[in-house]
């Protein structure tokens, strides 16, 4: 009801009521509901920045608000990353809020903002293994592809490095011991292991 | 008589173009009956002659793992009939694998350069294709397969097949001209290809290249004494399977090369394929068995009852497990 309450507003800014009765009861009503006189009000603003028809003097005063922000914050010494990002989101919508429909661009692109940090931060956590994946710690050992099963004890990251540190180093040193064993004296076979038939 | 000649004279007519087309090709491999199976072993012995005795200057690339792994590669006999060959790689640091003779010298990055007393490189090309092929007669098939086009040239596709179902195939393409390597696959039991090698150009001259000569005249890095204690060791485990050929080269005791951890160690060999088992003692009581294939070359790391257990090498994952499994105490300490 509110809605189309305000969609009654807004037509009437934009002097696009046709109904004479209506926009009399529009008029009564705006004088009373104080919700209504300031969404009037907004959209006449609006309205003039849209037309570029803005009083030079017309004041905004953000200043004041944001230095009380600011004071009201408690000093962090050491902020952590996601506390800072929820505090950076509310001020948005501190700010959005008066603002109505201006505001819903701005926190449209505050929230894109986020949502690019937040990718970010979730790259970080991607990003170390496909550097580790990459970097051979020695030997030929090329980066590998590999399939898993993997533990709880210790954090995924910390089992993935581990898991292709150990990987490597058995790839090197494999590569390592067939070079030394090329050696000549290898040529007299060493005594065959006794094979039995297949466990499979 | 008359109409006998007639006859001969249409069948020669109809063969010509034929004949051209093979007459280039039968003159370097005319002791090569293509159908009899005897064919693809003398493919093979004629192109470990041809590594052993040519000068040959090419270039090759690695495949595997989505990378491509450039290489060149000189060989060649002096008057002296000393045998020269440097394979080099050509990104990244360097990593060189000099031979002169018998000593083959490693040049890597990681470590002080050495060398090794020994006639085959362990290099990206297997040494076996050098050597003699009829040592790994017993657990592969040679089988010829066809004709076809590698590197602009007529190459001849012979296929190394495991007897079993335990080991990868290896399939060569090679020069009907020269007889050498051209390409080489290595695929999976499912037909996956897994790690190929592929030529990009190949020079066979009379003479020596310069840098063959600049080797003949360079000093190699010393010869290292491998101890005879690190060659068989006596261990408290063994391994109780393994696939039909595989001999046991080495045992001992040592530090992994980069990580310096203690480990106790088998290498196994079947002529082809180079299988190492490490096993040492962990921290972890059981860990489930995880796999890495690095190209053709897989790695198996487990943890049972506190023993890490490792195996690695070119052979199928199936393969490795069952190796794996297989490990127990020894009987005779």
Redesign the interface.
């Known amino acids: 009801m509110s809605e189309s309450k305000f969609e009654k507003v807004s037509s009437l800014v934009d002097n696009a009521h046709d109904n004479e009765q209506q926009s009399i009861e529009l008029f009564e009503q705006l004088s009373i509901d104080s919700v209504l006189g300031e969404t009037w009000s907004r959209y006449h603003l609006i309205g003039d920045v849209l037309r570029d028809e803005l009083l030079s003097d017309i004041s905004l005063d953000l200043s004041i608000q944001i230095a009380q922000a600011i004071a009201d914050e408690p000093t962090v010494l050491a902020p952590k990353k996601a506390k800072l990002l929820n505090s950076v989101k509310a001020k948005i919508v501190q700010f959005a809020k008066p603002f109505g429909q201006v505001a819903i661009a701005a926190s449209a692109a505050g929230l894109m903002i986020i949502g690019v940090q937040q990718n970010v931060a979730q790259h970080d956590i991607v990003m170390p293994s496909q550097v580790v994946q990459t970097t051979p710690l020695a030997g030929f050992a090329a980066p590998v592809s590999f399939n898993t099963q993997s533990t709880s004890r210790l954090s995924q990251k910390q089992l993935y490095i581990e898991q292709q540190r150990r990987f490597q180093a058995l790839l090197s040193d494999h590569h390592q011991q067939v070079k030394l064993s090329a050696s000549k004296y290898n040529g007299q076979l060493l005594p065959t292991l006794q094979v039995e038939d297949s466990p499979k | 008589m008359k109409i006998l000649s007639v006859l001969l004279l249409l069948i020669s007519f109809s063969f010509s173009a034929i004949a051209v087309d093979t007459s280039s090709v039968k003159t370097p491999t005319e002791n090569l009956p293509s159908t009899t199976p005897i064919s693809a072993k003398l493919w093979l012995e004629r192109l470990s002659q041809a590594l052993q005795n040519l000068n040959f200057n090419t270039s090759f690339v690695v495949v595997?793992?989505n990378?491509a792994?450039p290489y060149h590669w000189f060989h060649g006999r002096d008057e002296d009939d000393l045998e020269l060959e440097i394979f080099a790689t050509l990104n990244g640091p360097r990593?060189d694998i000099l031979r002169k003779g018998?000593v083959?010298s490693?040049i890597?990055p990681?470590i002080t350069p050495y060398s090794?007393?020994?006639?085959?490189?362990?290099g990206p090309i297997p040494?076996i294709l050098s050597g003699d092929i009829s040592n790994i007669e017993k657990n592969y098939e040679f089988i010829s397969v066809g004709r076809s086009r590698v590197l602009g040239r007529v190459a001849q596709l012979i296929r190394i097949v495991s007897k079993e179902q335990d080991r990868f195939g290896y399939w060569l393409w090679l020069d009907q001209e020269s007889g050498l390597l051209l390409k080489l696959a290595i695929i999976s039991l499912k037909g996956q290809l897994l790690e190929q090698i592929q030529f990009t150009h190949l020079d066979i001259t009379d003479s020596l290249v310069d840098s063959l000569k600049q080797l003949k005249k360079a000093d190699l890095p010393p010869v290292i004494d491998?101890p005879s204690t690190n060659?068989?060791h006596k261990l408290s485990w063994?391994?109780?399977?393994?696939p039909?050929g595989?001999?046991?080269?080495?045992?001992n005791r040592?530090r992994?090369?980069?990580?310096k951890?203690p480990?106790e160690?088998i290498?196994?060999?079947d002529g082809l394929v180079?299988v190492?088992v490490?096993v040492s003692v962990s921290d972890d009581e059981q860990?489930?068995v995880?796999?890495?294939?690095?190209?053709a070359?897989v790695?198996l790391?487990q943890v049972v009852k506190g023993f890490e257990i490792?195996v690695?090498?070119k052979i199928p994952s199936?393969t490795a497990k069952?190796i794996a499994?297989?490990i127990g105490t020894s009987a005779t300490p």
């Open positions: 595997k793992n990378q792994e990593r018998d083959v490693y890597e990681e090794v007393e020994s006639e085959k490189i362990s040494a491998v060659k068989d063994q391994v109780n399977w393994l039909a595989f001999k046991q080269i080495k045992a040592h992994m090369y980069s990580t951890q480990v160690f290498l196994y060999n180079d190492s490490y860990r489930k995880e796999y890495v294939m690095d190209g070359t790695v790391n490792s690695v090498g199936n069952a499994d297989s």
